[in-house]
């Protein structure tokens, strides 16, 4: 079974400094995926990140990053440059089967002015 | 951009009612999930569809029914509302493809009283 663990239920970073947010998973897929979401107040889900399990570097989007190691089964997301328009709950999730995603329960990060 | 709406942003129904929750995307997209999210669980998917007419049980399924009569709608019911089914409902689409990220929609608030 997939399993995702978000062990930070809340985060605080000073604004304009970077934050990880940490991931790991658990599959025995030699073909995964892992992707990061943002949910802001409003509610919207939005797609952040992508990291395919045979890409060899990690990915990045502008002020995001995802720190991939494989051995050790996580997909840390990094914020640099923390704005108060971060604020907001962010879900690791993991691609399973052919298109499915499972969810882990998310961090809540607050940026300090 | 793609564009998923949901009916309803907020829904209020009572116990025993049966409740309809609708889905649209705009960009032909294939796949279409409903999840619901709640504090600590994350999100957690109730059903997919990988084409009309076609459905797939997720991991809660119970107490849920879905319809896809048409590509672009996906339809979430509630058979008998219950109060444990309170809850944020998400509806998302995707199209497969190397990273099937999913986009969703703006959520619908349910509560059962």
Not at chain 1, 33 to 43: C, E, M, R, T
């Amino acid at each position: 079974a997939q399993k995702i663990t978000q062990t930070q239920p809340g985060m605080f970073v000073q604004e304009k400094e970077a934050v990880t947010l940490d991931c790991t998973y658990d599959t025995s897929d030699p073909s995964y995926g892992l992707f990061w979401y943002k949910q802001p107040s409003s509610g919207e889900m939005i797609f952040l990140i992508y990291q395919g399990s045979y890409d060899q570097q990690n990915a990045t989007e502008g002020r995001y990053s995802l720190n991939f190691q494989k051995a050790r089964k996580s997909a840390n997301l990094v914020i640099s440059a923390s704005q108060l328009g971060d604020s907001a709950m962010y879900f690791c999730a993991q691609k399973t089967g052919a298109n499915n995603l499972f969810f882990g329960t998310g961090t809540r990060l607050t940026v300090i002015p | 951009d793609v564009k998923v709406t949901q009916s309803s942003r907020y829904l209020v129904k009572r116990t025993g009612e049966k409740v309809f929750l609708e889905c649209v995307q705009d960009m032909d997209h294939e796949n279409m999930f409903w999840y619901r999210q709640d504090p600590g669980l994350g999100l957690r998917l109730i059903y997919f569809s990988y084409d009309v007419k076609m459905k797939e049980k997720g991991d809660i399924p119970e107490g849920y029914s879905v319809s896809r009569e048409k590509k672009e709608r996906f339809s979430l019911i509630l058979e008998s509302a219950s109060t444990n089914q309170t809850s944020m409902y998400l509806c998302a689409s995707s199209q497969p493809g190397t990273t099937y990220e999913q986009y969703f929609g703006p959520g619908t608030r349910l509560t059962v009283t």
